[in-house]
């Protein structure tokens, strides 16, 4: 298949992002993108690159035959283009997932879990072809992005599970001839708006419980990432799943925002992303009185106590920094730590640090990938060049990588204060900032010091301190000498401004169920 550059042609060497002064460089980079070619054709000729949204079983362009390039990030080819969506094509979908309600939600428990379980089958069959999606348009290593296809599929077949187990309630009665039950029921249609970060996870962890519940699904994938929700919502269809139950539409997102909220017909919008639009959505929601459920942004404190196993802080803080190369919403943001230990965790983080691979996903051994894209290079700039002119002093990275592009080193900064702004944002970007901290109570307090309250981790050998300070710190998700928390079994979610209900686990379905008391009168 041809590709094309996202910013101008790619054969064009006055515009090529490989054109740097080290000729072994751009050997280098030409490589990278042989293998990113290969798998875009191999991918493309096998199927797996669908470029057309989903709605009522029938792939589907854009009205107005408008469409958008889906580039990848590490080479800033275009993979391909996909039709660029709004209003009606939303609307249609609307009405496609309401129609597929009625049946679909009368289907047993059993019938929608057998559904379930074939589509995790059949991801997991093809969880090297998803991974290579994932990393051609998302850009994180391939080994991670076969890891997302399994965690992704994992949300599949626990709620396959689940689906048998939404039980209701019996009530004793107040009154000797009345008999009172709670009933358990799916909400309706649900708008499911996902980001980039995890082009699979974050949609099956959203659409899995709702369908074991008998809900229908109008999904809005990131522009930048659709082609793996394509992928993956091919597969559904493959899996018996009836036409209509799982619906895709892409393009412009405030056009398909505003007509789920619009619509009388979506009772739920589930939603990840940035606080600011999640803010948005729950305010647009009220107008019809929908339920909402957010997971919005972080800012992770990492915590590494005097008492800590060092091994075990190094291990957990590079697993939790640099996952996605910094780009998930329970990536430490800050590295709180003591000031005993200070100096040789500094050490032993920055040696880590500087040994990590950066490169294209598809490269051996490569650990860290690129951004996704200009702009959130750019941010992790300003904040680096924030926390610089303030005081802070850089160990290892700090800059742009020399590959080009999105590629930025990653970086360990030590001095930082909680005043700056790398502190107080979420800085999605491989940027460790260590600040140093004497006591337990100042950790607590710089800690929650943050309107945001996802994911925090502390690392010490002491127990009591362990359980002090969970209890503490205002988040919905600890670690405890442990920097990889995410699991299908367990509740994530946020509290504060980190966002509103859970996902995963048994709290997940809750999300996606209407209680109904009823009472039955002259039962004597
Ligand atoms: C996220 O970054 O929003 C999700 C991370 C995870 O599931 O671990």
Known sequence: ??????????????????????????????????????????????????????????????????????CNPATGEVITNVPCMGGKETNDAIASAYDAFVSWSKLTAADRSKCLRKWYDLIMAHKEELGQLMTLEQGKPLKEAIGEVSYGASFIEYYAEEAKRVYGDIIPATLPDRRLFVLKQPVGVVGAITPWNFPLAMITRKVAPALACGCTVVIKPSELTPLTALAAADLSIQAGIPPGVVNVVMGNAVDIGDALLASQQVRKITFTGSTAVGKKLMAGAAATVKK????????????????????????????????????????????????????????????AVQSMKVGD?????????????DAAVQKVESLVQDA??????????????????????????????????????????????????????????????????LAAYIFTTNVQRSWRVTEALEYGIVGVNEGLVSTEVAPFGGMKQSGLGREGSKYGLDEFLEIKYVCLGNMN
């Open 1 to 70: 298949m041809a590709l094309r550059h996202c910013a101008g042609n790619f054969l064009s060497p006055r515009r090529s992002a490989y054109m740097t002064p080290h000729s072994s460089m751009s050997i280098f980079a030409r490589q990278m993108n042989m293998e990113a070619q290969s798998v875009a054709a191999h991918l493309n000729s096998s199927g797996f690159i669908r470029s057309q949204g989903l709605i009522g079983g029938k792939w589907t362009d854009a009205y107005d035959g408008k469409t958008i390039k889906v």
């Open 292 to 351: 909402v459920s957010l997971e919005l942004g972080g800012n992770a404190p990492c915590i590494i106590f005097d008492d800590a196993d060092l091994e075990v802080a190094l291990k957990g803080t590079l697993a939790t920094k640099f996952r996605n190369s910094g780009q998930t919403c329970v990536c430490a943001n800050r590295v709180l730590v003591q000031e005993g230990i200070y100096e040789k965790f500094a050490n032993a983080l920055s040696s």
């Open 361 to 373: 996903g598809f490269g051996e051994g490569v650990v860290q990938g690129p951004l996704i894209n």
């Open 388 to 453: 610089i002119s303030k005081g802070a002093k850089v160990l290892v990275g700090g800059k742009r990588h020399g590959l080009g592009r999105t590629f930025y080193e990653p970086t360990v900064m030590a001095d930082v204060k909680g005043e700056m702004l790398i502190s107080r944002e979420e800085v999605f970007g491989p940027v460790a900032p260590l600040l140093k901290f004497k006591t337990e109570e100042e950790a607590i307090r710089l800690a929650n010091d943050t309107n945001a309250g």
